[in-house]
């Protein structure tokens, strides 16, 4: 059984370019978490979703962010016209319950650069 | 609102020594904790939780932790420190209906030879 993937490992972006981040989920596991963490900092939740709904997304910021689960394929994390400020590793965790007695198990994140 | 305070962004110990971590929580309703690890460069592994069984948690690699709601605490213990052991530690507590994690600052562990 797989584990959480994620990719790209790496992206490097110039500013006011998109970013668009992936994330599958474990097999099974209908709940994906997006977090964010920027250097020296701790990891900030972003958005929770549920296939095809977003369940919570008071971590995401105002504008440019936005962030999908489709029936079928991978989570996407969409980051328009990335900032120098964009710049972070943002992990991606997915649960077969989102309860909160429930382990989340996390991908190996995906680092951009935005330069 | 929920919060996690680790006391501590940088421990050193010597190999073979106590390794201790403090957590401190923040939560109007039983808690769910959790012990995260992040080697360099890797996404984050669980060590353990607390899920309102038994206040003593095992976890994995040798480490525990004990819940103490009189002290608000999840402190991480190991009794004797491994070079391997040298990561990141994050402590977080987490939503009830949702799940969503609420991290610590971390606390990066360095040990010395």
């Known amino acids: 059984n797989a584990g959480v993937m994620q990719n790209p490992r790496h992206l490097v972006r110039r500013r006011g370019q998109e970013a668009r981040l992936r994330c599958s989920p474990m097999?099974?596991?209908?709940?994906v978490y997006w977090y964010r963490q920027l250097p020296e900092e701790g990891l900030k939740f972003m958005v929770y979703?549920?296939?095809?709904?977003?369940?919570?997304e008071s971590g995401m910021p105002k504008e440019r962010f936005s962030a999908e689960f489709p029936k079928e394929g991978p989570s996407i994390l969409r980051i328009q016209q990335v900032v120098r400020g964009d710049s972070a590793a943002y992990f991606c965790?997915?649960?077969?319950?989102?309860?909160?007695?429930?382990?989340?198990?996390f991908g190996q994140g995906t680092r951009l650069t935005v330069v | 609102a929920q919060s996690v305070t680790q006391l501590g962004s940088h421990v050193s110990v010597s190999e073979g020594a106590l390794v201790l971590l403090r957590c401190n929580y923040s939560?109007?309703?039983?808690?769910?904790l959790f012990w995260y690890v992040q080697y360099p460069n890797q996404g984050l592994q669980l060590l353990l939780k607390?899920?309102?069984?038994?206040?003593l948690v095992k976890g994995i690699n040798g480490f525990e932790a004990e819940f103490k709601k009189s002290e608000t605490s999840f402190h991480l213990t190991k009794p004797s420190a491994h070079m391997s052991d040298a990561a990141e530690y994050f402590c977080?507590?987490?939503?009830?209906?949702?799940?969503?994690?609420?991290f610590g600052q971390g606390t990066t562990l360095q040990v010395k030879p």
């Open positions: 965790a997915s649960s077969p319950l989102g309860k909160g007695n429930t382990e989340a198990f």
């Open positions: 097999k099974g596991h209908s709940h």
């Open positions: 979703l549920q296939k095809e709904n977003i369940i919570d």
């Open positions: 939560s109007s309703v039983p808690p769910y």
């Open positions: 607390y899920t309102s069984a038994a206040t």
């Open positions: 977080a507590v987490s939503d009830r209906d949702t799940g969503k994690l609420i």
